[in-house]
């Protein structure tokens, strides 16, 4: 079971809280790796959090990569745990490659995260209620399978360049009226 994040390792993404949660997680006998994508000024902090939870065996401090795709393939979930975010396109791209999202509610998270439906909302700065969502998909393979089928979904129906394409062609419409913004 590979959980994975892919962000900044700053103050407000809360990597703090993910690892308390993920130590949790594996005191609760789960069989899992956490894999941190990304780099920021908290790198130290966090990979020496992570030796102080004990948990240098399940999680991977991978830095920056320009090879997204392939990391997030090797996901089972992806993991956001911000304390503040807008609409992150970490997690667009993330529901692209078909993978259920855990994250916490904040921001413009639940446009992106239905819950029950292509992933789990929890609230910010809470490593129990993190906790709870990451066991429930590690003990719950088809339900992960489904929620990531529904997370390419919407990712494919909500922000496909045809889509965006459309989107911006009605704002044009809208503001030019009846004038032909086709050509």
């Given at each position: 079971?590979?959980?994975?994040?892919?962000?900044?390792?700053?103050?407000?993404?809360?990597?703090?809280?993910?690892?308390?949660?993920?130590?949790?997680?594996?005191?609760?006998?789960?069989?899992?790796?956490?894999?941190i994508?990304?780099?920021?000024?908290?790198?130290?902090?966090?990979?020496?959090?992570?030796?102080?939870?004990?948990?240098e065996?399940?999680?991977?401090?991978?830095?920056?990569?320009?090879?997204?795709?392939?990391?997030?393939?090797?996901?089972?979930?992806?993991?956001?745990?911000?304390?503040?975010?807008?609409?992150?396109?970490?997690?667009?791209?993330?529901?692209?490659?078909?993978?259920?999202?855990?994250?916490?509610?904040?921001?413009?998270?639940?446009?992106?995260?239905?819950?029950?439906?292509?992933?789990?909302?929890?609230?910010?700065a809470?490593?129990?209620?993190?906790?709870?969502?990451?066991?429930?998909?590690?003990?719950?393979?088809?339900?992960?399978?489904?929620?990531?089928?529904?997370?390419?979904?919407?990712?494919?129906?909500?922000?496909?360049?045809?889509?965006?394409?459309?989107r911006?062609?009605?704002?044009y419409?809208?503001?030019?009226?009846?004038?032909?913004?086709?050509?």
């Amino acid at each position: 079971m590979v959980f994975g994040v892919v962000g900044r390792l700053e103050p407000e993404k809360d990597h703090r809280t993910l690892l308390q949660a993920f130590r949790a997680l594996i005191d609760h006998r789960q069989a899992a790796r956490l894999l941190i994508i990304g780099d920021g000024s908290l790198r130290g902090e966090l990979e020496s959090c992570s030796r102080t939870l004990g948990l240098e065996r399940n999680v991977t401090f991978l830095g920056a990569r320009t090879d997204i795709p392939e990391v997030l393939a090797a996901l089972d979930v992806f993991v956001l745990s911000s304390v503040h975010e807008g609409v992150p396109l970490s997690v667009v791209e993330a529901m692209g490659a078909g993978k259920p999202v855990i994250a916490t509610d904040v921001g413009g998270l639940r446009l992106l995260v239905k819950p029950s439906i292509n992933g789990l909302l929890v609230p910010p700065a809470d490593p129990a209620a993190l906790e709870a969502a990451l066991r429930e998909l590690s003990v719950n393979p088809t339900l992960r399978q489904e929620m990531g089928v529904r997370s390419r979904q919407i990712a494919s129906d909500s922000f496909s360049v045809s889509t965006m394409i459309n989107r911006y062609q009605e704002i044009y419409e809208s503001v030019l009226g009846d004038r032909d913004v086709r050509n």
